[in-house]
């Protein structure tokens, strides 16, 4: 599934510092360019913990607006909670249509499952040991340390596409409208997989699913007029 760009649409991007790394926040600020304008930019944190100084270093630099939350408790996380405050005061001010979730903490989950049922989406950033409960909660998820390594290598590396994918894959091809030939549209099919699986091709190494779809034995695809897409089981 593709979601297109629309002009003047604002977005949010919401870091959980303690939880991100901040060499992922440019891949981060690049995929949100799917969603709208990221005009809205706030990491939270603890600023006189050493463990943030990476941050602290860049705020200035991509404009980002540190909001300062002391640990008065042992134990307790009052990061995550003013996350949580000021993502539903956003959400409930009408000005936002959509959200960037960077962290890797369960604890966002029902944040995330709230913005989705008023309409609008999340796209969350975290890493390979973000808990599943949060990268479902999420319109998408993508793993951006995977992103990271890959740059840091020098060069693109995709990851295989599990079986379980392939299936999710094959079973919303056949539920999705088909033609004579038995093609169907991958905008289709990549509706019903992303109401079945919180994904995006980018944290397999590829750039959009359709690149995805090519890569694997199991399909086949087709380029029509208007440059529109459709792919068919083969096996």
Excluded at 16 to 35: H, K, M, Q
Excluded at 117 to 122: F, K, M, N, R, W
Excluded at 171 to 180: E, L, Q, Y
Excluded at 183 to 203: P, T, Y
Aim: include cysteine; aromatic fraction near 8%; charge should be neutral.
């Amino acid at each position: 599934m593709t979601i297109t760009p629309r002009e003047g649409r604002n977005i949010a991007l919401l870091v959980d510092a303690d939880n991100a790394s901040p060499r992922d926040l440019e891949p981060a600020l690049s995929i949100l360019g799917d969603l709208g304008s990221v005009n809205i930019r706030r990491a939270y944190g603890n600023w006189k913990k050493p463990a943030l100084s990476g941050w602290a270093k860049i705020v200035h630099r991509y404009a980002i607006e540190p909001q300062q939350q002391f640990d008065i408790t042992k134990g307790k996380n009052a990061t995550d909670m003013k996350i949580t405050i000021d993502a539903m005061d956003l959400l409930y001010s009408g000005r936002v249509d959509g959200f960037g979730l960077m962290t890797s903490d369960s604890d966002f989950m029902p944040v995330a499952m709230r913005i989705r049922q008023e309409g609008l989406p999340v796209y969350g950033f975290g890493s390979d040991k973000t808990p599943e409960g949060f990268r479902q909660a999420c319109t998408r998820f993508i793993d951006l340390s995977r992103i990271a390594d890959e740059e840091e290598a020098g060069g693109k590396q995709t990851t295989s596409v599990d079986d379980e994918m392939v299936k999710l894959l094959g079973d919303a091809w056949k539920g999705s409208k088909r033609d004579d030939g038995g093609f169907a549209s991958l905008d289709e099919v990549g509706q019903r997989v992303g109401n079945l699986k919180s994904f995006d091709a980018r944290s397999y190494g590829f750039s959009r699913l359709s690149e995805m779809i090519e890569s694997l034995p199991n399909f086949v695809t087709e380029r029509r007029e208007g440059g529109k897409i459709f792919m068919k089981r083969v096996r």
